[in-house]
């Protein structure tokens, strides 16, 4: 009960406050425009489904080479991290060796 008061009262926040910022003439404008190019490029959409479907094609392959890319850089951070841990490691061994 108490996850779906939660969820209910962000959703009602959610609604209050974008009516609020309605009042501002800028805001209201920017959200006309907004909408009138999301009807545009829905109808669009909905005339030519196989473009819908081409362009989010497009748009995941886009995701996924980026997500990869930086999937790929970030082990290559990794493994510096543990070359350069591994360094320090086996000088202190190296070092803890000689004095014995």
Known sequence: MGKRNVLFGVIIGAIVGGLVS???????????????????????YVKH???????????????SKEFSSGAENAINALEQVENTLDKFANKDQKDLENTL
């Open 49 to 63: 489904p196989s473009e819908a479907v081409r362009s989010a094609r497009d748009s995941f392959d886009k995701f």
């Open 22 to 44: 309605l009042f501002n003439n800028d805001a209201r404008n920017y959200t006309k425009l907004k909408m009138n190019y999301a009807k545009n490029r829905s109808g669009y």
